[in-house]
Protein backbone atom coordinates (compact mmCIF):
# COMPACT_ATOMS: atom_id res chain seq x y z
CA UNK A 1 0.00 0.00 0.00
CA UNK A 2 1.48 3.74 -0.74
CA UNK A 3 -1.26 5.97 -1.09
CA UNK A 4 -1.43 8.44 1.98
CA UNK A 5 -4.66 9.43 2.00
CA UNK A 6 -5.93 6.04 2.98
CA UNK A 7 -6.19 4.86 6.52
CA UNK A 8 -3.83 1.81 7.22
CA UNK A 9 -6.31 -0.95 8.05
CA UNK A 10 -4.39 -3.34 10.49
CA UNK A 11 -5.85 -6.38 12.62
CA UNK A 12 -4.56 -6.99 16.28
CA UNK A 13 -3.76 -10.28 16.53
CA UNK A 14 -3.24 -11.30 20.08
CA UNK A 15 -5.38 -9.56 22.57
CA UNK A 16 -3.48 -10.68 26.17
CA UNK A 17 -2.31 -8.05 28.26
CA UNK A 18 -0.12 -5.41 25.96
CA UNK A 19 -2.26 -6.11 23.10
CA UNK A 20 -5.53 -4.87 25.28
CA UNK A 21 -3.69 -2.62 27.59
CA UNK A 22 -1.18 -0.76 24.95
CA UNK A 23 -1.53 -1.64 21.14
CA UNK A 24 -5.38 -0.90 21.03
CA UNK A 25 -5.26 2.10 22.55
CA UNK A 26 -2.64 2.98 20.44
CA UNK A 27 -4.33 1.81 17.30
CA UNK A 28 -7.59 3.23 18.05
CA UNK A 29 -5.62 6.44 18.67
CA UNK A 30 -3.83 6.01 15.46
CA UNK A 31 -5.23 9.38 12.84
CA UNK A 32 -3.78 6.76 10.06
CA UNK A 33 -4.74 3.52 11.15
CA UNK A 34 -8.49 1.61 11.19
CA UNK A 35 -8.61 -1.11 13.14
CA UNK A 36 -9.88 -3.94 11.14
CA UNK A 37 -10.57 -7.23 13.40
CA UNK A 38 -9.17 -7.99 16.76
CA UNK A 39 -8.19 -11.73 16.71
CA UNK A 40 -8.30 -13.77 20.18
CA UNK A 41 -8.70 -17.56 21.07
CA UNK A 42 -8.86 -16.83 24.41
CA UNK A 43 -12.70 -16.43 25.02
CA UNK A 44 -12.03 -14.55 28.61
CA UNK A 45 -9.66 -12.31 26.62
CA UNK A 46 -12.23 -11.41 24.04
CA UNK A 47 -14.57 -10.69 27.06
CA UNK A 48 -12.25 -7.90 28.02
CA UNK A 49 -12.52 -6.47 25.11
CA UNK A 50 -14.67 -3.11 24.16
CA UNK A 51 -14.42 -2.15 20.34
CA UNK A 52 -17.82 -1.79 18.91
CA UNK A 53 -17.93 -2.19 15.26
CA UNK A 54 -14.46 -4.06 14.67
CA UNK A 55 -15.01 -7.85 14.17
CA UNK A 56 -13.86 -9.75 16.62
CA UNK A 57 -12.64 -13.09 16.20
CA UNK A 58 -11.02 -16.41 17.44
CA UNK A 59 -9.21 -18.24 14.71
CA UNK A 60 -7.20 -16.26 12.37
CA UNK A 61 -7.79 -18.35 9.13
CA UNK A 62 -11.35 -16.24 9.23
CA UNK A 63 -8.73 -13.06 8.01
CA UNK A 64 -5.47 -14.58 6.79
CA UNK A 65 -6.48 -14.19 3.29
CA UNK A 66 -8.08 -10.42 3.68
CA UNK A 67 -6.49 -8.41 1.33
CA UNK A 68 -8.12 -5.98 2.29
CA UNK A 69 -6.38 -5.66 5.70
CA UNK A 70 -2.70 -4.21 4.56
CA UNK A 71 -1.04 -5.15 8.26
CA UNK A 72 -0.98 -7.16 11.54
CA UNK A 73 -0.10 -6.31 14.48
CA UNK A 74 1.02 -9.59 16.47
CA UNK A 75 0.89 -9.15 19.99
CA UNK A 76 1.33 -13.10 20.70
CA UNK A 77 3.95 -15.31 23.47
CA UNK A 78 7.45 -15.88 21.64
CA UNK A 79 6.65 -19.57 21.33
CA UNK A 80 3.74 -18.01 18.87
CA UNK A 81 5.02 -14.96 17.50
CA UNK A 82 7.25 -16.16 14.41
CA UNK A 83 4.62 -18.56 12.97
CA UNK A 84 1.71 -16.23 12.74
CA UNK A 85 4.36 -13.66 11.74
CA UNK A 86 5.79 -15.57 8.37
CA UNK A 87 2.14 -16.35 8.28
CA UNK A 88 1.13 -12.39 7.34
CA UNK A 89 4.60 -11.80 5.39
CA UNK A 90 3.78 -14.89 3.19
CA UNK A 91 0.70 -12.99 1.96
CA UNK A 92 2.35 -9.78 1.88
CA UNK A 93 0.96 -8.15 4.91
CA UNK A 94 3.35 -5.82 6.75
CA UNK A 95 3.57 -6.99 10.35
CA UNK A 96 4.46 -5.48 13.76
CA UNK A 97 5.79 -8.47 15.67
CA UNK A 98 6.50 -8.02 19.52
CA UNK A 99 9.95 -9.19 20.99
CA UNK A 100 11.10 -11.29 21.40
CA UNK A 101 11.07 -12.24 17.53
CA UNK A 102 11.04 -16.13 18.91
CA UNK A 103 12.43 -17.97 22.46
CA UNK A 104 15.65 -18.78 20.11
CA UNK A 105 17.91 -17.88 17.38
CA UNK A 106 16.84 -21.52 15.86
CA UNK A 107 13.34 -20.86 16.46
CA UNK A 108 13.83 -17.18 14.64
CA UNK A 109 15.88 -18.91 11.33
CA UNK A 110 13.55 -21.83 11.08
CA UNK A 111 10.56 -19.49 11.34
CA UNK A 112 11.98 -17.21 8.55
CA UNK A 113 14.39 -18.47 6.75
CA UNK A 114 14.23 -18.42 3.14
CA UNK A 115 11.73 -15.62 2.82
CA UNK A 116 12.00 -13.38 0.14
CA UNK A 117 13.94 -10.96 0.82
CA UNK A 118 11.52 -8.21 0.31
CA UNK A 119 8.54 -9.63 2.17
CA UNK A 120 11.27 -9.69 5.10
CA UNK A 121 10.95 -6.33 5.12
CA UNK A 122 7.74 -5.71 5.79
CA UNK A 123 8.52 -6.94 9.48
CA UNK A 124 8.69 -4.17 11.90
CA UNK A 125 9.79 -5.79 15.64
CA UNK A 126 8.38 -4.64 18.94
CA UNK A 127 11.54 -3.32 20.18
CA UNK A 128 8.79 0.14 21.37
CA UNK A 129 10.84 1.62 24.03
CA UNK A 130 13.77 2.67 21.31
CA UNK A 131 11.50 4.81 19.84
CA UNK A 132 11.52 7.37 23.45
CA UNK A 133 12.99 10.37 22.01
CA UNK A 134 15.15 9.72 25.63
CA UNK A 135 17.31 6.64 23.77
CA UNK A 136 17.20 8.63 20.80
CA UNK A 137 18.59 11.89 22.41
CA UNK A 138 20.99 9.58 24.43
CA UNK A 139 22.09 7.48 21.33
CA UNK A 140 23.01 10.94 19.67
CA UNK A 141 25.26 12.00 22.76
CA UNK A 142 27.21 8.96 22.68
CA UNK A 143 27.44 9.23 19.17
CA UNK A 144 28.33 12.87 18.94
CA UNK A 145 31.59 12.13 21.56
CA UNK A 146 29.76 14.57 24.23
CA UNK A 147 30.36 11.95 27.06
CA UNK A 148 33.62 10.81 26.19
CA UNK A 149 34.79 7.37 26.28
CA UNK A 150 35.44 4.17 26.51
CA UNK A 151 31.86 4.45 28.58
CA UNK A 152 30.84 2.88 31.30
CA UNK A 153 27.17 1.48 30.78
CA UNK A 154 24.72 0.10 33.02
CA UNK A 155 21.28 -1.12 32.38
CA UNK A 156 19.13 -2.20 35.37
CA UNK A 157 15.71 -3.76 34.92
CA UNK A 158 13.20 -4.44 37.88
CA UNK A 159 9.87 -3.56 36.65
CA UNK A 160 7.77 -7.03 36.69
CA UNK A 161 6.82 -6.99 40.70
CA UNK A 162 5.22 -9.34 42.23
CA UNK A 163 1.86 -9.08 43.23
CA UNK A 164 -0.36 -11.25 44.97
CA UNK A 165 -3.51 -9.29 44.82
CA UNK A 166 -2.62 -9.94 40.89
CA UNK A 167 -2.69 -13.47 40.26
CA UNK A 168 -3.00 -13.49 36.32
CA UNK A 169 0.23 -10.89 35.92
CA UNK A 170 2.38 -13.47 38.18
CA UNK A 171 0.88 -17.20 36.28
CA UNK A 172 1.58 -14.93 33.27
CA UNK A 173 5.34 -14.33 34.47
CA UNK A 174 5.66 -17.99 35.78
CA UNK A 175 4.54 -19.37 32.01
CA UNK A 176 6.70 -16.78 30.40
CA UNK A 177 10.01 -18.36 32.73
CA UNK A 178 9.47 -21.76 31.73
CA UNK A 179 10.00 -20.43 27.84
CA UNK A 180 13.69 -18.59 29.34
CA UNK A 181 14.98 -16.45 31.85
CA UNK A 182 13.96 -13.20 32.15
CA UNK A 183 17.00 -12.10 30.13
CA UNK A 184 15.30 -13.80 26.76
CA UNK A 185 12.16 -11.68 27.33
CA UNK A 186 12.94 -8.59 29.39
CA UNK A 187 16.69 -8.13 27.94
CA UNK A 188 14.97 -8.28 24.82
CA UNK A 189 14.72 -4.50 25.14
CA UNK A 190 17.27 -4.35 26.73
CA UNK A 191 20.05 -5.93 23.47
CA UNK A 192 18.06 -3.34 21.57
CA UNK A 193 19.23 0.02 23.81
CA UNK A 194 22.59 -1.46 23.85
CA UNK A 195 22.94 -1.88 19.76
CA UNK A 196 20.99 1.65 19.54
CA UNK A 197 23.26 3.45 21.87
CA UNK A 198 26.39 1.74 20.92
CA UNK A 199 26.14 0.74 17.84
CA UNK A 200 25.96 -2.95 16.12
CA UNK A 201 29.49 -4.38 17.08
CA UNK A 202 29.04 -7.33 19.01
CA UNK A 203 29.28 -7.24 22.42
CA UNK A 204 31.40 -10.17 24.44
CA UNK A 205 29.76 -11.59 27.35
CA UNK A 206 32.45 -11.93 30.20
CA UNK A 207 30.79 -13.24 33.43
CA UNK A 208 26.83 -13.67 33.69
CA UNK A 209 24.86 -14.61 36.76
CA UNK A 210 21.36 -15.87 37.49
CA UNK A 211 19.13 -16.74 40.91
CA UNK A 212 15.92 -17.83 42.12
CA UNK A 213 14.54 -16.15 44.74
CA UNK A 214 11.41 -18.24 44.98
CA UNK A 215 11.89 -21.73 45.20
CA UNK A 216 8.82 -22.71 43.10
CA UNK A 217 9.59 -21.02 39.85
CA UNK A 218 10.37 -22.65 36.81
CA UNK A 219 13.27 -20.83 36.02
CA UNK A 220 15.90 -18.05 37.89
CA UNK A 221 14.30 -14.27 37.86
CA UNK A 222 17.04 -12.33 38.58
CA UNK A 223 19.88 -12.36 36.19
CA UNK A 224 23.00 -10.03 35.30
CA UNK A 225 26.15 -9.78 32.99
CA UNK A 226 29.53 -7.92 32.72
CA UNK A 227 30.05 -7.17 28.72
CA UNK A 228 33.02 -5.64 27.30
CA UNK A 229 32.23 -3.75 23.62
CA UNK A 230 34.80 -4.06 21.31
CA UNK A 231 35.63 -0.49 21.39
CA UNK A 232 36.34 -0.86 25.42
CA UNK A 233 32.68 0.37 26.99
CA UNK A 234 32.34 -1.65 30.05
CA UNK A 235 28.48 -3.03 30.24
CA UNK A 236 27.05 -4.19 33.30
CA UNK A 237 23.03 -5.47 33.21
CA UNK A 238 20.99 -6.49 35.80
CA UNK A 239 16.98 -7.85 34.89
CA UNK A 240 15.01 -9.18 37.76
CA UNK A 241 11.29 -10.47 37.69
CA UNK A 242 9.10 -10.85 40.57
CA UNK A 243 10.31 -9.20 43.39
CA UNK A 244 8.20 -8.08 45.95
CA UNK A 245 9.01 -3.81 46.04
CA UNK A 246 10.17 -1.19 43.03
CA UNK A 247 13.81 -1.04 42.75
CA UNK A 248 15.40 1.74 40.64
CA UNK A 249 15.27 0.81 36.98
CA UNK A 250 17.41 2.76 34.91
CA UNK A 251 20.40 3.28 32.59
CA UNK A 252 23.15 5.11 33.24
CA UNK A 253 26.63 6.06 31.34
CA UNK A 254 29.50 7.28 32.83
CA UNK A 255 32.37 8.67 30.65
CA UNK A 256 35.32 11.42 30.55
CA UNK A 257 32.85 14.22 29.64
CA UNK A 258 29.31 13.75 31.72
CA UNK A 259 26.96 11.03 32.79
CA UNK A 260 23.70 10.55 31.46
CA UNK A 261 20.68 8.54 32.91
CA UNK A 262 17.26 7.51 31.61
CA UNK A 263 14.84 6.68 34.54
CA UNK A 264 13.24 3.71 32.78
CA UNK A 265 10.29 4.20 34.50
CA UNK A 266 9.71 7.89 33.06
CA UNK A 267 12.01 7.62 30.73
CA UNK A 268 12.90 11.10 32.25
CA UNK A 269 16.58 11.52 30.24
CA UNK A 270 19.41 14.10 32.62
CA UNK A 271 22.82 15.10 31.54
CA UNK A 272 25.27 16.19 33.74
CA UNK A 273 28.57 17.56 32.68
CA UNK A 274 31.19 19.56 34.97
CA UNK A 275 29.55 22.83 34.59
CA UNK A 276 25.23 22.07 33.88
CA UNK A 277 22.69 19.58 34.45
CA UNK A 278 19.54 19.19 31.44
CA UNK A 279 16.65 17.49 32.15
CA UNK A 280 14.96 15.75 29.04
CA UNK A 281 11.36 14.53 30.09
CA UNK A 282 8.77 13.42 27.61
CA UNK A 283 5.04 14.21 27.86
CA UNK A 284 2.65 11.81 28.85
CA UNK A 285 3.28 7.88 30.28
CA UNK A 286 5.73 6.13 28.22
CA UNK A 287 4.01 3.36 27.40
CA UNK A 288 1.51 5.64 25.20
CA UNK A 289 4.19 7.63 24.09
CA UNK A 290 6.59 4.85 23.11
CA UNK A 291 3.67 2.76 21.73
CA UNK A 292 2.17 5.94 19.48
CA UNK A 293 5.60 6.05 18.45
CA UNK A 294 6.33 2.63 17.38
CA UNK A 295 2.63 2.98 15.51
CA UNK A 296 3.73 6.14 14.04
CA UNK A 297 7.02 4.38 12.42
CA UNK A 298 4.78 1.18 11.59
CA UNK A 299 2.13 3.21 8.99
CA UNK A 300 5.39 4.78 7.44
CA UNK A 301 7.05 1.34 6.70
CA UNK A 302 3.25 0.31 5.33
CA UNK A 303 3.92 3.16 3.29
CA UNK A 304 6.73 2.73 1.52
CA UNK A 305 8.25 6.05 3.65
CA UNK A 306 11.98 6.28 5.64
CA UNK A 307 12.00 7.23 9.02
CA UNK A 308 15.49 8.16 10.20
CA UNK A 309 16.11 7.30 13.73
CA UNK A 310 19.23 8.51 15.77
CA UNK A 311 22.64 8.69 13.54
CA UNK A 312 21.34 8.03 10.25
CA UNK A 313 20.06 4.69 10.86
CA UNK A 314 17.05 3.87 10.25
CA UNK A 315 14.16 3.95 13.33
CA UNK A 316 12.45 1.01 12.58
CA UNK A 317 13.93 -2.16 14.08
CA UNK A 318 13.64 -5.37 11.20
CA UNK A 319 14.41 -9.06 11.67
CA UNK A 320 18.07 -8.83 11.43
CA UNK A 321 17.44 -6.44 14.51
CA UNK A 322 15.57 -8.83 16.27
CA UNK A 323 17.63 -12.13 15.81
CA UNK A 324 20.88 -9.62 16.81
CA UNK A 325 19.61 -9.24 20.04
CA UNK A 326 18.10 -12.68 20.73
CA UNK A 327 22.01 -13.76 19.65
CA UNK A 328 23.21 -11.46 22.76
CA UNK A 329 20.16 -12.83 24.95
CA UNK A 330 21.06 -16.30 23.95
CA UNK A 331 24.52 -15.92 24.38
CA UNK A 332 23.86 -14.50 28.19
CA UNK A 333 21.11 -16.81 29.15
CA UNK A 334 23.48 -19.68 28.56
CA UNK A 335 26.29 -18.30 30.40
CA UNK A 336 23.98 -17.77 33.17
CA UNK A 337 22.90 -21.32 33.14
CA UNK A 338 26.81 -22.00 32.75
CA UNK A 339 27.43 -20.71 36.10
CA UNK A 340 24.27 -21.83 38.29
N1 LIG B 1 6.85 -4.17 23.56
C1 LIG B 1 6.69 -4.19 24.86
O1 LIG B 1 7.01 -3.24 25.57
C2 LIG B 1 6.08 -5.39 25.51
C3 LIG B 1 5.50 -5.30 26.79
C4 LIG B 1 4.92 -6.45 27.32
C5 LIG B 1 4.92 -7.64 26.61
N2 LIG B 1 5.53 -7.68 25.39
C6 LIG B 1 5.57 -8.92 24.61
O2 LIG B 1 4.28 -9.13 24.05
C7 LIG B 1 4.04 -10.53 23.92
C8 LIG B 1 2.71 -10.85 24.59
O3 LIG B 1 2.82 -10.56 25.96
P1 LIG B 1 1.52 -10.46 26.89
O4 LIG B 1 2.03 -10.08 28.22
O5 LIG B 1 0.47 -9.64 26.27
O6 LIG B 1 1.07 -11.98 26.91
P2 LIG B 1 -0.40 -12.55 27.08
O7 LIG B 1 -0.25 -14.00 27.32
O8 LIG B 1 -1.16 -11.72 28.07
O9 LIG B 1 -1.07 -12.29 25.65
C9 LIG B 1 -0.81 -13.07 24.53
C10 LIG B 1 -2.14 -13.32 23.84
O10 LIG B 1 -1.89 -14.00 22.60
C11 LIG B 1 -2.99 -14.88 22.40
N3 LIG B 1 -2.66 -15.91 21.41
C12 LIG B 1 -1.98 -17.07 21.60
N4 LIG B 1 -1.93 -17.76 20.44
C13 LIG B 1 -2.57 -17.02 19.51
C14 LIG B 1 -2.86 -17.20 18.13
N5 LIG B 1 -2.47 -18.30 17.48
N6 LIG B 1 -3.55 -16.23 17.48
C15 LIG B 1 -3.94 -15.11 18.12
N7 LIG B 1 -3.71 -14.89 19.45
C16 LIG B 1 -3.04 -15.84 20.12
C17 LIG B 1 -3.25 -15.45 23.77
O11 LIG B 1 -4.54 -16.04 23.87
C18 LIG B 1 -3.07 -14.23 24.65
O12 LIG B 1 -4.31 -13.56 24.88
C19 LIG B 1 5.25 -11.23 24.56
O13 LIG B 1 6.15 -11.60 23.56
C20 LIG B 1 5.89 -10.15 25.42
O14 LIG B 1 7.30 -10.30 25.55
C21 LIG B 1 6.08 -6.58 24.84
Same mark, same amino acid.
Given at each position: @???????????????????? !????????????????????????????????????????????? /????????????????? *????????????????????????????????????????????? &????????????? $???????? =????????????????? /????????????????????????????????????????????????????????????? $???????????????????????????? #? !?????????? &?????? !???????? @???? #???? &???? =? *???? *??????? #??????????????????????? /? $? &??????? @?????
Amino acid at each position: @MSDATEPVRVALVGAGDIGR !AAHLPALLAHPAVELAAVVEPAAAARALLDVPGVPVIAELDAIAD /DEAIDAWVVATPPWVTP *RLARHGLERGRFVLAEKPIATSVKAARAAFDGLAPALAARLQVGF &TYRHDPAVERLAE $LIASGALG =GPLQVRVVVYDELDDPA /DGEHAARLRATLAHGLPVIHEGAHVADWLRVLLGPAQLDVEHAWSLRTLPDLPADNLCGAS $LRHPRGHRVQLEIGWLLPAEVASEITIR #G !AGGCASIDIV &TFALRV !AGRAAVTD @MVGT #GDRT &TRCF =G *RQLD *RFVALCR #GEPVAGPNGRSAIPTLADGIAAL /D $L &TERLARR @MERTR
